[in-house]
Antibody, heavy 123, light 108 residues
Framework: QVQLIHSGAEVKKPGASVKVACKAS????????LHWVRQAPGRGLEWMGW????????NSAQKFQGRVTMTRDTSINTAYMELDRLTSDDTAMYYC????????????????WGRGTLVTVSS | SYVLTQPPSVSVAPGKTARISCGGN??????VYWYQQKPGQAPVLVIY???DRPSGIPERFSGSNSGNTATLTISRVEAGDEADYSC???????????FGGGTRLTVL
């Protein structure tokens, strides 16, 4: 069964870092770009960035640049997203999603999502 | 950056038709994607390229896009359709995907 499997929920204190894992099952991670999208309580989805699991190249939204690190371990078909200097505003569900690129005009869409990892930031 | 506007909620009786709008400046020139989110489950792509359905998505789900509004239409609504629905486009100016705020569909 093709799916993306997330690591478990995390509770962090302000100022700390969190690292979320996303394991691809049923397909080889390196074939498709892997995106990270988050959703704060009561808010819409927010794109964070992508990693090309084949090369390790990454691109992130300006809002997260300097604070987010996306990596992968191809030997275990797993991608990671680490977010530093957490604040309460980072409390959200974090999703990984498989991206499909359809060109410069139509851009990206996401055909497979994980169930998400809940990250709670609280003192 | 590009902004997508969705109504926070839509309610519909079983068997009726639900229409969920997604507004954006000249959105008709973009390709719109729709996702369904149920509590505790992974989001699911239900419409791509404005009106195409992925394999496994019922024909009851359809999409349209013109001018400043895209619409997801769900015909013969069932209790199992109750979920949050979000639209998404690609913003070529900012070079990243943009999502609407999401619409909670309630089946009465």
């Amino acid at each position: 069964q093709v799916q993306l499997i997330h690591s478990g929920a995390e509770v962090k204190k302000p100022g700390a870092s969190v690292k979320v894992a996303c394991k691809a099952s049923g397909y080889t991670l390196t074939i498709y770009f892997l995106h990270w999208v988050r959703q704060a309580p009561g808010r819409g989805l927010e794109w964070m960035g992508w990693i090309n699991p084949n090369s390790g190249d990454t691109n992130s939204a300006q809002k997260f640049q300097g604070r987010v690190t996306m990596t992968r371990d191809t030997s275990i078909n797993t991608a990671y997203m680490e977010l530093d200097r957490l604040t309460s505003d980072d409390t959200a569900m974090y999703y990984c999603a498989r991206g499909r690129w359809v060109g410069a005009t139509l851009g990206w869409y996401f055909d497979l999502w994980g169930r998400g990892t809940l990250v709670t930031v609280s003192s | 950056s590009y902004v997508l506007t969705q109504p926070p909620s839509v309610s519909v009786a079983p068997g009726k038709t639900a229409r969920i709008s997604c507004g954006g400046n000249n959105i008709g020139s973009k390709s719109v994607y729709w996702y369904q989110q149920k509590p505790g489950q992974a989001p699911v792509l239900v419409i791509y390229y404005d009106s195409d359905r992925p394999s496994g998505i019922p024909e009851r789900f359809s999409g349209s896009n013109s001018g400043n509004t895209a619409t997801l239409t769900i015909s013969r609504v069932e209790a199992g359709d109750e979920a949050d629905y979000s639209c998404q486009v690609w913003d070529s100016n900012s070079d990243h995907p943009v999502f609407g705020g999401g619409t909670r569909l309630t089946v009465l």
